[in-house]
């Protein structure tokens, strides 16, 4: 084997290897041993960490509570499920919040579209660097910070009401104010994807646009958006689940607005239904996988 | 293809372009005649690439104007021009197919459906590709989605080609067979070709005119044969061909005559000692004697620095006894390469004829040298 070949002392018998050198060897040898020290850790996390506390919530969603003694019944049952399909309470809140988690993809397409463009097509390379880092830099502050900014922003009589003309004209509290908050918190993850797609889009192609004739929308739209279509969809998916899941916003600016997070949050807290909150959980884990297959059926996926 | 009296299919005048500090071009006039294929010829960051694309329309120049078919165009955006651009990097859009991709311009021009595709499968068959054209960009090879390229061009039938070094990125071999096929195609349909490229054979062997770029600046417009046999300045002579300067010193005594003068490589011939190895090249030395400059032949001793064999010729590097160094370039007609190569380091005499010197003007104020940008070249 190649051992045979290392060992031998090479001219001089100068060849001084230390124990690193030896397990460096060793390792180059055995292929196996290698990637199981590369892949042990991560896998340890990914089943046990992540899988595992799914797996959980799964099967929680199936127990129930005793009403009387407030215990987990440990028996699987679909109730949980039945109560959510058939109780009209939660097919709303449901169905509102895929609903906020449309339209805060959409807010956040329509803005991140043109920034990402000129950040990446129009504005010097110079400044480039740093409209990524305007970008970035409010991920840096912390979450609440930034609602409870908004709940400032937005309380009766405040900016927000000033701008639209005096005390109580604004939007105030509510599922507006819910939405503009959440478009606001995840713009930069639309942004940076889309900045990134286009940053790879040659600018010869806008030229070649150009140069067979074509305006300024035209090139838009036929040249610009197909190319960036599987970056739009990959943000859409961190503006979509992030928004899905919110809670906090919602009751910090969201007034008497309620979405599936607060339900889950309400069912572990006050209300001590684990298993209940588990079930509520597994609504926005299934939209998403349901959004996921279709985006892959759409062959968007392969593109990115 | 000289400029006749009919209006050059393009006309530069006074043309300039700056990015930030850097004089890409710097001041350039043209005319280029109706159907010529034309190179622009030149370095990296010599500033053909940006005088073309200011005739394209992608940049705005700093000063100057540009005239297509004698209509002033220099404020128009590219759409508005009637010239099309084969790019460096094809610039095909990968999410469209071969057919799409050449139905673009078509599709712009509101052409109808029938029309479209009949056109299209036209300029498909003009560059040999039809049988592909439902293939995405990215399942051609280079050479193919070149062709894609110069068929999504031409169907739109431009009255100018604007092609950027469009066979810099194939092989020898592609490169040579796709240097003979845009010749021809350029006959065929009868459109300007304005072709940058930094490779002097292929100006060369392409071209009605070739225009040699230095510094932003046109060294020398002429035919391909001008610029290599009357070279104007001693870069053109360097960039076009391989340099062979005589000048000074050398030029008085090899060639009893003031200033700079350009031999062509293969205009030389070797006249050495025997080639069978062994005999020693002092034997010869006797013979050598210095150049009779009136004569039809001109001569000059040497030693032989180099010797580099490349199969069908061999180059030869002497240093002059002059003190100059001069390149040859000789035809292995019954040498081998064992022969040639014994000849490295022995005294030769290098014969040419006298006109085969030709003067090369030097440019009163030596050309400065700017720092070449990326921008330039880009």
Known sequence: MASSTLDRPAGGGSAVRGPVRRLSAWLHRHAGVRLAALLAAPLFWLVVAYLGALAVLFVSALWTVNGFTGEVVREPTLDNFRTIVTDEVYRTVALRSVGVAAAVTVIDTLIALPMAFYMAKVARPRHRRWLVVAILTPLWASYLVKAYAWRVLLANGGPVDWLFGGPGSGPGYGLGATVLVLAYLWLPYMILPIYAGLERLPDSLLEASADLGARAGRTFRKVVLPVVVPSVIAGSVFTFSLSLGDYITVQIVGGKTQLIGNLVYVNIGAANNLPFAAALATIPVLIMIGYLVAVRRSGALEEL | ?378
Do not use: C
């Open chain 2, 1 to 378: 293809m000289s400029v006749g009296p009919a209006t050059p299919a393009v006309t530069l005048r006074g043309l300039r372009k700056s990015f930030g500090t850097v004089e890409a071009v710097a001041g350039v006039d043209l005319e280029i005649a109706d159907g010529e294929f034309f190179s622009m010829l030149g370095p990296s960051g010599s500033g053909k690439t940006t005088v073309l694309r200011l005739i394209a329309g992608f940049e705005p120049p700093t000063a100057g104007t540009v005239l297509l078919g004698g209509r002033d165009v220099t404020r128009l955006a590219p759409f508005e021009r009637d010239v099309n651009t084969v790019f460096q990097d094809y610039a095909l859009f990968p999410h469209m197919t071969v057919r799409q991709n050449v139905e673009y311009g078509l599709r712009v021009r509101k052409v109808s459906r029938d029309e479209r595709r009949d056109r299209a499968a036209e300029a498909l068959r003009s560059v040999r590709l039809d049988g592909l054209a439902d293939r995405r960009p990215a399942a051609l090879s280079g050479g193919q989605r070149q062709r894609v390229a110069l068929a999504r061009a031409l169907v739109i039938r431009p009255k100018v080609l604007l092609l950027d070094e469009p066979l810099g990125a194939l092989d020898l071999k592609l490169r040579e067979q796709m240097q003979v096929e845009l010749k021809a195609l350029q006959r065929e349909v009868g459109i300007t070709f304005v072709f940058v490229t930094h490779d002097q054979e292929e100006a060369l062997t392409m071209s009605d005119r070739v225009a040699v770029f230095e510094h932003g600046r046109i060294a020398q417009v002429g035919t391909p044969a001008e610029v290599y046999e009357r070279p104007a300045t001693p870069f053109v002579a360097g960039f076009v061909g391989t340099s062979n300067l005589l000048g000074g010193d050398a030029a008085r005594t090899v060639l009893g005559r003031e200033g700079t003068f350009s031999i062509r490589p293969e205009k030389i011939r070797l006249v050495g000692p025997p080639t069978a190895p062994g005999r020693g090249a002092a034997s010869d030395a006797p013979e050598l004697e210095l150049s009779n400059p009136t004569a039809e032949e001109t001569s000059a001793a040497g030693r032989v620095a180099e010797v580099v064999y490349a199969g069908a010729t061999t180059r030869f590097v002497v240093d002059l006894d002059a003190g100059a160094r001069l390149v040859v370039i000789q035809q292995n007609l019954t040498t081998s390469s064992a022969e040639v190569a014994a000849l490295r380091g022995t005294r030769v005499r290098l014969t040419w004829r006298t006109e085969h010197a030709v003067a090369v003007p030097v440019p009163a104020v030596p050309t400065p040298l700017v720092k070449e940008s990326a921008h330039a070249y880009r």
